[in-house]
């Protein structure tokens, strides 16, 4: 099982970025799929996850109204459209696998891990 983050980048607030996690060595309609956040000196965040149907999403607070999480199965991939961006969403985000995402609990126990992608907000 292996997750990979790509996407990240440079922008300044108020643009957007559009992050992809690559699920090899299963098939990403098994899992539900996470997206995490770590800013320096902070804990790590849930948050967005989607369901392994597609049809169930959870979104913290911080990121309701600004994000999109989405599922291309026969891609193997897993999206988050992220818009509005500010400096507070700098962080390095990573996807992870889980085998539950609730709307309102969010993501259960995480299975695996990818390595993160930087995204950086200037302001």
């Known amino acids: 099982v292996q997750l990979q983050a790509s996407g990240g980048g440079l922008v300044q607030a108020g643009g957007s970025l559009r992050l992809s996690c690559a699920a090899t060595g299963f098939t990403s309609d098994y899992y539900a799929i996470a997206w995490f956040r770590q800013a320096p000196g902070q804990e790590r965040e849930g948050i967005s996850c989607?369901?392994?149907?597609?049809?169930?999403?959870y979104y913290a607070d911080s990121a309701k109204g600004r994000f999109t999480i989405a599922r291309d199965t026969a891609k193997n991939m897993v999206f988050l459209q992220m818009n509005d961006l500010k400096p507070d969403d700098t962080a390095v985000y990573y996807c992870?696998?889980?085998?539950?995402?609730?709307?309102?609990?969010?993501?259960?126990?995480?299975?695996?891990w990818g390595q993160g992608t930087q995204v950086t907000v200037s302001s």
């Open positions: 992870a696998a889980t085998f539950r995402c609730t709307e309102v609990a969010g993501p259960g126990p995480i299975s695996s």
């Open positions: 989607i369901s392994s149907s597609g049809d169930m999403s």
